[in-house]
């Protein structure tokens, strides 16, 4: 691997740390213009109905009350926003815009709404039933269904020694909590909208609220800074079903003459109105040589998917049919659709339940056969020169080897694993280990997209970048790629303009954990033009070619050098730009030329100790570590801080999230952050987390690396797991809750 003078280094800082900490990084709800107009929303009491009538004359007659938006005027956001049509309690049936917050919500208590209640299903098991409530109600099913095959899975399960079948799930239903609730702001100066948005894909809303106000894109000014976290909640997808509030900020100031309107939810708005991680449940069917080879697979997810109106359920399986060896396999995916609120792309889409669900599985498969769950998995797994066995594409780096084995080793997993509900600790609670470790869909070369480099007069780098701070420093990822390519001290590179879509190139969505590889390559490509700029101006000055980069210098053939400032200076001013390069081969690997066709995916593994006590059904981690294959880290503290926080998110997955919905009312029970039991600081304990960083130099990334965001929090599985090798029971459903383990136990 290379030796990098910028990449990867412990002491360099984020570069938009002191904005971030100081509150200086600005987010849509930062601005304040004068005459600025507040927003609330009117929600639905009925998980589904016809909205009869509504009226809003004595709303409107409210002094400071400027515009009011129904299904009457503005139109349908299918399936979800303004309509006739209630699919979910909390949908929004109206939305106000007065001067003052306080008129805003009084205005909103004004609107009389009459319904025709109609009949729902909040249960996807009962969704699924013949003869249940329809959800939409032209559609003749709740039920959508999709298969993959690979060889013959029958033939496959005929040449078994051990056939093992077992059914998992659900897994939880939550809401995606952001730290900032989904908010906009617009106004117009004459036929021109500007907007500043809590986005994840500042063009995407761009297009998206264009398309919606039927204006050309070039009268769109479209802004996102800062985001409070986004989750996969903040994208805008055509109709704009994520995120609404940006349309309606920029109707309700068209019809008040072009005031800024802002548009921010609250935190109940947020929990009933915004994005869920989606439900999944899992029937396996798994055949197995007595030596515990697979030999076939037949799988089916079923996904709660709400209403959303597409179906997630097809990417839970990627974690199963691309980690293990096996030429047989049938993988399923059941979309339902039910009356809660909607379900939306949360981090890492279905990998994380699909994955969950997955090495709860393979554990009990292990167990079955009379095998440690690490020696089984090492045995199946695939191995880093195999090809996808469904897109037969080679992997630029696969390090599901050493993300399987550094975590279990580092924990100490030979002298600690034993056989479920044998090992008894000095207080009398039960101890237990387990893990996890896959393959996973993302961290992938996405769709191309630009970058810009403008160098000042002083012969700094400054990059603009298309994309918004959703996370934990992308943007500082890219100063390093583009510092380490231009031999330029890392103070000498600086994060200039970011998610402005007049001023910069289309970054595209911090989605996919595509962003730093993909973008990345973007910026070392304009690094690369600016080089040849800069060496051009150097041969200008009589240097000789070939000419290098170091130190913040272009050094000739002759040893011959010039400051960036005096090349810089020379032209009068220098930008540089480049382009996503396609997803292949950048080097020759295993074999295979450059420019070779290939998958890019992140790859994950954790381990976790437990206690377990057996009469309460409290569960304490001991011991936890998280690994991630990073390709190469770029930025070595955002690198620690996604997985330590990916850490967190696990313990939160399995432990904790649940969205509530009253199953008679189709209404959320706990629509706060303290019943949501969301965890804070207090239920972490920094002394027995931690994580690996595994670096495989990913021969398509630049400089080696891909993308992480996603893959960090897919392996808490690995506590289910360790739950079982403590007390002998399966608890297989998530959150694992004291109250599951009770009744798995007999106790409850």
């Not at 790629?481 to 998610?499: F, H, N, R």
């Not at 929090?713 to 399966?730: D, E, K, P, Q």
Request: glycine fraction near 10%; include cysteine; charge should be negative.
């Amino acid at each position: 691997m290379a030796d990098f003078k910028v990449i990867g280094k412990d002491e360099n800082k984020d570069k938009q740390a002191v904005q971030v900490v100081t509150g200086k990084l600005d987010f849509s709800a930062d601005l304040h213009p004068g005459n600025k107009l507040y927003c609330r929303l009117k929600d639905s009491p009925y998980a589904a109905a016809k909205i009869t009538s509504i009226d809003t004359s004595a709303a409107e007659a409210l002094e400071g009350v400027a515009g009011i938006l129904t299904y009457k005027n503005a139109g349908k956001l299918a399936p979800l926003g303004l309509s006739e049509e209630i699919l979910c309690a909390g949908q929004e049936v109206a939305v106000v815009a007065a001067t003052e917050p306080s008129i805003a919500e009084k205005a909103v208590q004004l609107i009389n709404v009459e319904y025709d209640p109609l009949p729902f299903v909040t249960d996807p098991d009962e969704a699924m039933e013949p003869g249940a409530p329809l959800v939409y109600k032209e559609g003749e099913s709740n039920v959508s269904t999709s298969e993959l095959l690979r060889g013959d899975f029958e033939a496959g399960f005929a040449e078994a020694d051990v056939v093992f079948e077992t059914s998992v799930g659900w897994t939880n239903y939550f809401q995606h909590n952001t730290m900032e609730t989904h908010s906009a702001i617009a106004w117009w100066e004459g036929d021109h909208l500007y907007s500043q948005c809590s986005s994840q894909n500042v063009f995407a809303a761009q297009a998206a609220v264009a398309g919606l106000m039927e204006i050309p894109l070039h009268k769109h000014h479209c802004i996102s800074h800062g985001t409070g976290c986004g989750y996969g909640d903040k994208h805008f997808f055509g109709t704009l079903i994520m995120c609404p509030e940006h349309y309606y900020a920029a109707l309700l100031s068209q019809m008040a003459g072009g005031k800024p309107v802002e548009c921010v939810y609250s935190r109940y708005d947020n929990f009933t109105k915004s994005s869920n991680q989606f439900a999944i449940k899992a029937d396996f069917k798994f055949g197995a040589k007595s030596d515990g080879t697979l030999t076939a697979i037949d799988c089916t997810f079923y996904a709660d998917d709400a209403n959303l109106g597409a179906s997630f359920s097809g990417g839970a399986s990627f974690p199963i049919r691309s980690t293990y060896k096996c030429p047989n396999g049938r993988f399923k995916a059941v979309g339902i659709k039910t009356n809660k609120p909607r379900t939306g792309a949360w981090r890492c889409v279905a990998d994380p339940p699909g994955n969950w669900l997955t090495q709860v599985a393979i554990d009990q498969l292990a167990y079955e056969l009379g095998m440690d769950p690490l020696e089984f998995r090492l045995k199946n797994h695939v191995t880093s020169d195999m090809p996808h066995q469904d897109s037969g594409l080679i992997y630029a780096s696969n390090g599901i080897y050493e993300c399987t084995v550094q975590p279990t080793d580092a924990i100490g997993w030979a002298q600690k694993w034993h056989a479920p509900g044998t090992r008894t600790l000095p207080d009398g609670r039960m101890h237990g280990i387990g893990m996890s470790a896959s393959i996973d869909s993302h961290g992938q070369m996405s769709s191309p997209c630009g970058a810009i480099i403008n160098f000042t007069a002083d012969g700094k780098a400054q990059i603009a970048t298309g994309i918004t701070r959703a996370g934990c420093g992308t943007n500082t990822a890219h100063a390093h790629i583009v510092a380490e390519k231009l031999g330029l001290p890392y103070d000498d590179v600086s994060v200039g303009a970011q998610g402005v879509t007049d001023v910069c190139s289309d970054g595209g969505g911090q989605g996919g954990s595509t962003r730093t590889i993909t973008v990345g390559a973007a910026f070392y490509a304009a690094a690369e033009d600016a080089l040849q700029q800069l060496f051009a101006r150097a041969e200008a000055q009589e240097g000789i070619p070939p000419f290098r980069a170091e130190g913040g210098k272009i050094i000739d053939s002759t040893g011959t050098e010039w400051t960036f400032a005096d090349l810089v200076g020379a032209g009068g001013q220098l930008v540089a730009r480049g382009y996503t390069w396609p997803k292949q081969l950048q080097r020759e690997h295993l074999g295979f030329p450059i420019g070779t066709p290939c998958e890019v995916r992140g790859v994950c593994g954790a381990v976790c100790e437990v206690a377990v006590d057996t009469e309460t059904g409290e569960v304490e981690i001991l011991n936890f570590i998280n690994c991630d294959d990073v390709g190469m880290s770029m930025f070595k503290q955002g690198t620690l801080n996604q997985l330590y926080g990916g850490l967190e998110i696990e313990i939160g997955q399995g432990m904790f999230f649940e969205h509530i919905v009253d199953k008679n009312t189709g209404i959320t029970l706990n629509a706060s952050q303290l019943t949501h039991r969301w965890p804070t600081p207090l239920d972490h304990d920094g002394n027995v987390e931690d994580v690996i960083i595994v670096e495989t130099d990913d021969a398509c990334g630049p400089f080696g690396c891909k993308g992480i965001g996603e893959p960090v929090l897919n392996s808490f599985g690995c506590i289910a797991n360790a739950v079982y090798n403590a007390t002998g029971v399966w608890v297989k459903e998530a959150p694992l809750t004291p109250q599951r383990l009770l009744k798995a136990l007999g106790k409850a």
